[in-house]
């Protein structure tokens, strides 16, 4: 086997996993205590891809210390007693930005894939119809919007989040078409998309969809605000900073409520977290649980979750993994930027790191590799010889 030929298969397989996750993920039920059906699919391309390596007798700086830090939180998971669940889930989704991104011999055509990837979105959008005629059961049913009664329409899965996110490289698809002068086809998509994401009445959705609608007039002051906070460690000082405030804050003013209680957890967390050891502010407690003691907050409504990326990032790896994290997070968004052949090209890339950004106030995108992966797809898709030299009109 060449090593043209191989990473050929691996550019197929991670596209290929791509595809699935939409139909995959509507197995989330089916799973037992080892293995959970909906995440079988993200196990091919690392095997493939440390079989290739294997063979190719290859590796990167970058793979030697992503499994040296892996090596390393085996360790401290190890003596913490952790979750070792949220140790696969997070380096998981990782492994193609220090694998598939390197590689040059990407030929996968983007019109053909997101054409097989908007076929299969037709089956979750098919359950949200049938969900809106209540011909299919609700899973979140939590809150309600003003078309239903009994839930949100989530397209077959848990929560709406899922659905949202996978129609989000769909949604990057019609601003691609409006590029390529394909006007009709990039409108109706664009009204497809935002009709699917206001039915599911996910707030956070709605304010990216409409964000980058309208961040596609103004791409160049969209691409200035990214860079200024990737290329000043934003995400490193806002994180740390705002975590470390709000313990603060609850030892002066107690729970303070807002976000949908989400800032009574953020403050409860983070109250915990910084009363510990120096070890495990330094590394992390390896698991998302507060003690007994919290329990008399009632507004605390989890102790087991942070509902934030950041925030888990640090409890669950501690201030020196977050860095690393957030280290590896800024010099893949410079390189991308670097690279950017056009402003399309750009475009798009800021505007799955907007997504990333926003959904990460509330959510924990690093933790699930179907949302991680579909958010980040069209960075791989930027990739494609068939991008370099057009010109956008945003």
Same mark, same amino acid.
């Not at 303070?256 to 407690?285: C, K």
């Given at each position: 086997?060449?090593?043209?030929l191989?990473?050929?298969?691996l550019?197929f &397989?991670?596209?290929?996993?791509?595809? =699935?996750i939409?139909?995959?993920?509507?197995?989330w039920?089916r799973?037992?205590?080892?293995?959970h059906?909906?995440r079988v &699919?993200f196990i091919?391309?690392?095997?493939?891809? &440390?079989v290739?390596l294997?063979y190719?007798? *290859?590796?990167?700086?970058?793979?030697?210390?992503y499994?040296?830090v892996?090596?390393?939180y085996?360790?401290?998971?190890?003596?913490? /007693?952790? *979750?070792?669940?949220?140790?696969v889930?997070?380096?998981?989704?990782?492994?193609?930005?220090?694998t598939?991104?390197?590689? %040059?011999n990407?030929?996968?055509?983007?019109?053909?894939? @997101?054409?097989?990837?908007l076929?299969?979105?037709?089956?979750p959008?098919?359950?949200s119809i049938l969900q809106l005629?209540?011909?299919?059961?609700?899973?979140?049913?939590?809150? #309600?919007? !003003?078309?239903?009664?009994?839930?949100?329409?989530?397209?077959g899965?848990? %929560?709406?989040?899922?659905?949202v996110a996978y129609?989000f490289?769909? $949604?990057l698809?019609a601003?691609?078409?409006?590029? %390529?002068?394909?006007?009709?086809?990039?409108?109706?998509?664009?009204?497809?998309?935002?009709?699917? &994401?206001?039915?599911t009445?996910?707030?956070?959705?709605?304010?990216i969809?409409?964000?980058?609608? @309208?961040? $596609?007039f103004?791409?160049s002051h969209?691409d200035r @605000?990214?860079?200024? $906070?990737?290329?000043n460690y934003g995400p490193?000082?806002?994180?740390?900073a705002t975590?470390?405030?709000l313990?603060i804050?609850?030892?002066k003013?107690?729970?303070l409520h807002?976000l949908r209680?989400?800032l009574?957890m953020?403050?409860?967390? #983070?109250?915990?977290f910084?009363n510990?050891?120096?070890?495990?502010? @330094? +590394?992390?407690l390896?698991?998302?649980?507060?003690?007994?003691?919290?329990? /008399? +907050?009632?507004a605390?409504? #989890?102790?087991t979750?942070?509902?934030?990326?950041?925030?888990?990032?640090?409890?669950t790896?501690?201030i020196?993994?977050f860095?690393? $994290?957030?280290? !590896?997070?800024? /010099?893949?968004y410079? #390189?991308?930027? *670097?690279?950017s /052949?056009?402003?399309l090209h750009? +475009?798009l =890339?800021n505007?799955?790191f907007?997504?990333?950004?926003?959904y990460s106030?509330?959510?924990?995108?690093?933790?699930?590799?179907?949302?991680f992966l579909?958010?980040?797809?069209w960075?791989f898709?930027?990739?494609?010889q068939?991008m370099?030299?057009?010109?956008?009109?945003?």
């Amino acid at each position: 086997m060449t090593k043209s030929l191989g990473q050929s298969i691996l550019t197929f &397989v991670f596209f290929l996993t791509i595809l =699935t996750i939409p139909v995959a993920s509507l197995f989330w039920s089916r799973s037992n205590e080892f293995i959970h059906i909906n995440r079988v &699919v993200f196990i091919f391309y690392p095997v493939i891809t &440390v079989v290739y390596l294997i063979y190719f007798r *290859e590796t990167t700086k970058h793979l030697f210390i992503y499994f040296l830090v892996i090596a390393f939180y085996c360790l401290i998971f190890h003596i913490n /007693q952790g *979750e070792y669940d949220s140790l696969v889930r997070f380096f998981v989704p990782i492994f193609p930005f220090l694998t598939l991104y390197s590689l %040059k011999n990407l030929d996968t055509k983007i019109d053909a894939f @997101l054409t097989i990837y908007l076929i299969t979105l037709l089956l979750p959008l098919s359950i949200s119809i049938l969900q809106l005629c209540q011909l299919y059961p609700f899973y979140d049913t939590g809150e #309600s919007f !003003w078309l239903v009664d009994e839930g949100r329409i989530s397209g077959g899965y848990l %929560k709406p989040n899922n659905l949202v996110a996978y129609f989000f490289p769909a $949604y990057l698809y019609a601003f691609y078409l409006l590029d %390529k002068k394909e006007t009709k086809k990039g409108i109706a998509l664009i009204l497809i998309c935002l009709l699917v &994401v206001f039915t599911t009445y996910l707030r956070t959705g709605m304010l990216i969809y409409c964000l980058l609608l @309208l961040s $596609y007039f103004y791409s160049s002051h969209l691409d200035r @605000l990214i860079h200024f $906070y990737y290329r000043n460690y934003g995400p490193l000082v806002v994180g740390i900073a705002t975590f470390f405030l709000l313990g603060i804050a609850f030892h002066k003013f107690g729970i303070l409520h807002g976000l949908r209680d989400r800032l009574p957890m953020w403050q409860a967390h #983070s109250a915990y977290f910084f009363n510990g050891e120096v070890g495990t502010i @330094l +590394f992390g407690l390896s698991q998302i649980k507060l003690p007994d003691y919290f329990h /008399q +907050f009632l507004a605390v409504l #989890s102790y087991t979750e942070a509902h934030n990326n950041t925030y888990r990032i640090i409890i669950t790896f501690g201030i020196v993994g977050f860095t690393i $994290y957030c280290l !590896w997070m800024r /010099q893949i968004y410079l #390189s991308l930027r *670097e690279e950017s /052949q056009s402003p399309l090209h750009r +475009f798009l =890339t800021n505007s799955c790191f907007v997504y990333f950004i926003v959904y990460s106030t509330t959510n924990e995108p690093s933790f699930y590799a179907s949302i991680f992966l579909t958010i980040f797809a069209w960075v791989f898709l930027v990739k494609q010889q068939t991008m370099k030299g057009q010109t956008f009109r945003g």
